[in-house]
């Protein structure tokens, strides 16, 4: 199906453990970009990427590392997963020239 | 550098009143503005948006919000509450007037809650 997938769905972690998040879309938007939600602050966006090979850090991103080999996808990797990384993570793609952002379903990570 | 305020965390209205959410942002660019809904798990979905051209404009399912300049506020309203308006609104700034990215932004999100 088209449109922006994000996998897993849910993901229970323990402390310092290495995770990845993935995302995946099939428009070949151009950009792509992570954000975090957490209660009281809203969305607040982690990284982003203009093309493949193209990314740069956007508010929150320390903790964080990402990738973006093809178009089409973006994980976000945890290297060290702490307790204040416990948030649902949303990732959105827009194509150039139009800002509306198209939001995949998110991943709510617990880390313990 | 942006900043988006919505005023209010929680917002209760019977069904069939009028809706008001409130939204001021901070700009240093020409904005973009936006409102997004999220219902319960589930991701963000585009109500409308403001880029430029008329200040009043309409959404999906019957929402709608003014760009006021002067008063660096983009309001989202609806006539009459429907109980499926229940959920969290989100409104946000990008920085596509003044890059090619569009990073968005947002506000700390509205609970709307319909009473019957």
């Known amino acids: 199906d088209a449109g922006i997938t994000q996998s897993p769905r849910y993901k229970i972690t323990e402390t310092g453990r290495q995770v990845t998040l993935m995302c995946h879309q099939t428009w070949s938007h151009s950009y792509m970009f992570w954000y975090r939600q957490d209660l009281g602050h809203g969305l607040r966006l982690i990284y982003y990427?203009?093309?493949?090979?193209?990314?740069d850090k956007g508010e929150v991103p320390d903790g964080y590392v990402v990738s973006r080999s093809k178009t089409e996808n973006f994980p976000l990797t945890l290297e060290s997963a702490t307790r204040s990384q416990t948030s649902v993570y949303f990732c959105?793609?827009?194509?150039?020239?139009?800002?509306?952002?198209?939001f995949g379903p998110g991943t709510r990570l617990t880390v313990t | 550098a942006q900043s988006v305020t919505q005023l209010g965390s929680h917002v209760s209205v019977s069904e069939g009143a009028l809706v008001l959410l409130r939204c001021n942002y901070s700009?240093?660019?020409?904005?973009?503005l936006f409102w997004y809904v999220q219902y319960p798990n589930q991701g963000l979905q585009l109500l409308l948006k403001y880029t430029t051209g008329a200040t009043l404009v309409k959404g999906i399912n019957g929402f709608e919000a003014e760009f006021k300049k002067s008063e660096t506020s983009f309001h989202l309203t609806k006539p009459s509450a429907h109980m499926s308006d229940a959920a969290e609104y989100f409104c946000a700034v990008s920085d596509a007037g003044g890059t090619s990215y569009g990073k968005l932004t947002f506000g700390q999100g509205t609970i709307l809650t319909v009473h019957p």
């Open positions: 959105a793609s827009s194509a150039v020239g139009n800002y509306e952002q198209y």
């Open positions: 700009s240093s660019v020409p904005p973009y």
């Open positions: 990427s203009a093309a493949a090979d193209i990314t």
